[in-house]
């Protein structure tokens, strides 16, 4: 499922596993008047320890990756 409702003034959780990345980055609707919304923003993504908010960066492990 990548599509979810959300009713005006609530909120959802999305858990989604990056296996090889940390840091911030952005999500967004391709419709851009949902954009203009709200459907657009920063994502900060940690590691099982609570780590990585900032700049983005790969894990040292996965330094050849490519996203």
Known sequence: MDT???P???WA???IRFADYVGRTVFHCH???HEDLGMMGVV???D???NG???GQLLPT???HNH
């Open 62 to 64: 996965q330094t050849e």
């Open 31 to 33: 419709v851009l008047g």
């Open 44 to 46: 900060d993504i940690v």
């Open 4 to 6: 979810l409702s959300i």
């Open 13 to 15: 959780r999305i858990r």
């Open 53 to 55: 908010v900032g700049v």
């Open 8 to 10: 005006p003034g609530h």
């Open 48 to 50: 099982a320890q609570g």
